[in-house]
């Protein structure tokens, strides 16, 4: 009984925050979101990644190695994914992979993990965050946009924040009491801040295929979880930090690939991105509370 308890304390607050989200979206379809993606772009993701990875007891082998475990995860969803686009007759599958290969480990994977793990889930998934928004910027500009802009990654504050955190973790510095303090409390109104909007978006978004979004996001969903326990189980990983890597990998379509392809994509394409996302994140609801259960009881 002890995890169902558990299970519930982890996952409602994620899906309470979301639904407060979701009712304010639909009371006012006109409530503007640009602060909260502009806050989290700038300076919330920033202080996330910087408070989760130095201030949470990871070591730098821990950063570097689950770093490295989700890219081979990323790489192995694009391996399913492609062939997977092919077979539902996708266009323009270059511009339709991002969803398939990006989770939504930021808005969903973080609290869910922190609930889970604590701090030390926190750091961890952070480790896995920060690649995901360093290839948001790089290989999903790259992919929507089907060129390559050295800018974006110029102007792009949490890859400074990455850069950062690791050289605080390499060199096994300790920042001062008020940076951990301020970076902690950005966190968690970022974290608010980004369910809600999840809440919020999901009353915009529309599916338009939905065959072709069924499709995409089972593969998400299923292959995602999958390809986690193999990558637990081929590098011999256990404890907490595999529960995350587990929970992380069963993420559904991330918002930001909507917000990247909006810019650098044509509608349709953005259309097709937009359905799979609906459709994983309702799927998740079901999906995740059993990846939960399974990492609580295996993993902890």
Same mark, same amino acid.
């Given at each position: 009984?002890?995890?169902?308890i558990k299970l519930f ?79 539902? /007759?996708? /266009? ?50 790259? &992919? ?7 800018n974006v990654i110029i102007?792009n504050p949490p890859f ?31 974290? $608010? ?11 915009? &978004?529309?599916?338009?295929?939905? /065959? /072709? ?32 890597? &587990? ?37 998740? $609801? ?15």
């Amino acid at each position: 009984m002890s995890i169902y308890i558990k299970l519930f304390e982890v996952l409602f607050p994620v899906f309470f925050v979301i639904g407060i989200g979701y009712y304010l979206g639909k009371k006012n379809p006109k409530i503007d979101t640009t602060f909260i993606t502009s806050f989290a772009a700038n300076i919330g993701t920033p202080a996330m990644v910087i408070y989760a990875v130095t201030s949470t007891g990871i070591t730098f082998d821990i950063f570097k190695n689950y770093f490295w475990y989700y890219l081979i995860a990323i790489v192995a969803f694009a391996i399913v994914g492609v062939p997977t686009l092919y077979l539902i /007759k996708t /266009k323009d599958i270059i511009r339709e992979l991002p969803p398939l290969i990006f989770p939504n480990t930021g808005n969903m994977g973080v609290p869910i993990c922190l609930f889970a793990y604590g701090t030390e889930g926190l750091g961890v998934s952070a480790s896995i965050t920060s690649l995901i928004i360093l290839f948001h910027f790089t290989l999903g500009v790259f &992919l929507a946009d089907r060129k390559f802009n050295f800018n974006v990654i110029i102007k792009n504050p949490p890859f400074y924040a990455i850069l950062f955190s690791a050289f605080i973790l390499y060199n096994e510095l300790t920042l001062p009491t008020v940076v951990i303090n301020t970076t902690e409390w950005l966190m968690y109104a970022t974290i $608010f801040l980004i369910l809600m909007s999840l809440g919020i978006a999901l009353t915009r &978004l529309k599916v338009f295929s939905f /065959k /072709k979004a069924i499709i995409s996001s089972l593969t998400r969903m299923v292959i995602g979880p999958f390809i986690g326990l193999l990558l637990i189980y081929y590098f011999n990983l256990s404890g907490f930090a595999a529960g995350v890597l &587990l929970i992380q990998c069963s993420m559904p379509s991330a918002v930001l690939n909507y917000l990247v392809g909006s810019i650098y994509s044509p509608k349709k394409i953005v259309d097709s991105v937009a359905s799979t996302i609906v459709v994983s994140t309702i799927m998740s $609801f079901v999906t995740i509370p059993i990846v939960v259960y399974f990492a609580l009881r295996f993993f902890s």
